[in-house]
């Protein structure tokens, strides 16, 4: 079976903490889709890593670690990090596989993501600039460039033949953009060489016959639920299905064959880039959860906007990925609030409504809250599930009675220590 773990929100719920906390009982750890955009954060004994496209289970002597079919690979951002894990004696070539079938982020995909949110405008999405849509764009127009092609003889020619066509059209864009192509070239190949000397895989055949043997998978996701190109606030979303059903098609594996689904989230939430967000704060509150949050991203360095928790997005999260187990993280960071309000009733269009409809921006929805009592003890500490204060133990309840599904993990801080199990 293949267990997942998805991100509910806006992406940055703790994923890449909880990846490495849960890696012990798995065989494989796989990512499935996203690339770069992705910063995933972990933290033990004193040290941090931010891994963009490397599994977060990649610090554990026993599991492999696979990037599948749905991920797409900027070979420049893949070599730094693995150069920066340099000091960890990993042997990347046995321990870290990577499907044939994923797609290449061309330098020129760069350039376009760029030129791309410039001519949007104040309508820009606000992406990471890695490349994502543009190489997404070029996968489902059937024009991308795949790890397979470097296996390839003519593979620079095709590489030549994609790059030209993106030069044009940035040409046709017509953007100011200031680009010494030769330079970013002279690393992709270099990058190229490097991921040339990894292992890649006919992946799906890897995860169906893993299965066969009785290898216990988790998928590890990236950004998040709202995130998604289908389902999330739509156009401010990424380019992938962020969701359950892009494990099965990111990685070859057949929807029964799904065993539990983690859907992890934060305690508040918080949103990185353009798009409406309900029940973001532009108070004191908001402030205060984005200092003791310390909620900057991972991969830009861009703030992030806080807000309320919204448990009409949460459920909605819940039920399009089938939730079995929910994950709560940064309990710790709501700790000294009087009170906390967590939005569950959207106004719509003046109506009262209960689901995440059509159109979430701001002149549509009004949030109703309901205010719960806060807690004053410091969490960061603790390790058990029977030391939590009391009104953490109501505010839990209260979620798991609107989602309907129980919190199992409670995360009181960064580190892989500061992990409770329910
Ligand atoms: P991901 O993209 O889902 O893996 O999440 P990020 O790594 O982008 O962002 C999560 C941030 O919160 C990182 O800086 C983590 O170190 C931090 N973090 C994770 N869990 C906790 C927690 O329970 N409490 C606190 N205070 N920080 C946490
Ligand atoms: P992890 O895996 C948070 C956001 C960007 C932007 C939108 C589109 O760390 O949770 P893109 O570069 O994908 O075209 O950007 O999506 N975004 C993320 N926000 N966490 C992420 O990943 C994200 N990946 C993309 O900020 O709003
Ligand atoms: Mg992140």
């Avoid at 499935?32 to 040290?47: K, V």
């Avoid at 861009?302 to 807000?307: E, L, M, Q, Y």
């Avoid at 949460?314 to 940064?330: E, F, S």
Wanted: glycine share 10%; net charge negative; proline share 3%.
């Amino acid at each position: 079976m293949v267990d997942l773990l998805l991100g509910l929100q806006w992406g940055d719920e703790g994923k890449g903490k909880i990846v490495d906390v849960l890696t012990k009982d798995y065989d494989i750890i796989a990512r499935f889709q996203g690339g770069p955009n992705a910063g995933h954060t972990l933290i033990f004994d004193g040290n941090k890593h931010v891994l963009h496209t490397i599994p977060s289970g990649i610090f554990h002597d026993k599991a492999l670690n696979i990037v599948g079919n749905g991920v797409v690979i900027d070979p420049v951002i893949f070599k730094n990090e693995i150069d920066n894990l340099s000091n960890y004696n990993i042997d990347f070539k046995t321990k870290l596989l990577i499907s044939r079938k994923a797609h290449i982020i061309l330098p020129t995909h760069r350039l376009l993501d760029a030129a791309s949110e410039t001519l949007k405008g104040k309508a820009k999405i606000g992406s990471t600039l890695k490349g994502i849509g543009p190489t997404y764009m070029d996968k489902t127009g059937r024009n991308g460039l795949r790890i397979g092609d470097l296996e390839l003889d003519n593979w620079k020619e095709k590489y030549s033949a994609l790059a030209k066509k993106h030069l044009n059209m940035l040409d046709f864009y017509n953007v100011d953009l200031e680009f010494n192509l030769k330079e970013l070239e002279e690393e992709f190949f270099k990058a190229i060489d490097l991921l040339k000397s990894l292992t890649f895989i006919d992946s799906e055949e890897y995860f169906n016959q893993a299965m066969l043997d009785g290898k216990t998978i988790l998928a590890e996701g990236a950004q998040g639920s709202l995130l998604d190109i289908d389902f999330g606030t739509y156009p401010f979303v990424t380019s992938s299905n962020t969701t359950a059903a892009g494990a099965c098609t990111g990685l070859g594996v057949a929807p029964n064959k799904i065993g539990e689904v983690y859907g992890i989230f934060k305690a508040y939430t918080t949103r990185v880039g353009s798009g409406p967000f309900p029940t973001e704060l532009f108070d004191e509150d908001g402030k205060a959860m984005a200092k003791v949050g310390n909620e900057f991203g991972a991969t830009t360095g861009r703030p992030r906007r806080c807000g309320w928790l919204d448990l009409i997005a949460l459920k909605y999260a819940v039920q399009i990925n089938g939730v079995t187990q929910l994950i709560m993280m940064k309990g710790d960071v709501l700790s000294g609030f009087d009170t906390l309000k967590v939005c569950t009733t959207y106004k719509y269009k003046g109506k009262e409504i209960s689901h995440l409809p059509y159109n979430i921006e701001e002149e549509n929805i009004e949030v109703v809250y309901t205010k719960l009592t806060g807690w004053k003890e410091d969490l960061t500490g603790l390790t058990k599930a029977n030391e939590l204060p009391k009104n953490l133990n109501d505010y839990i309840a209260h979620i798991e009675e609107f989602v309907g599904v129980p919190i199992k993990i409670v995360s009181v801080g960064p580190d892989r220590k500061q992990t409770i199990i329910m």
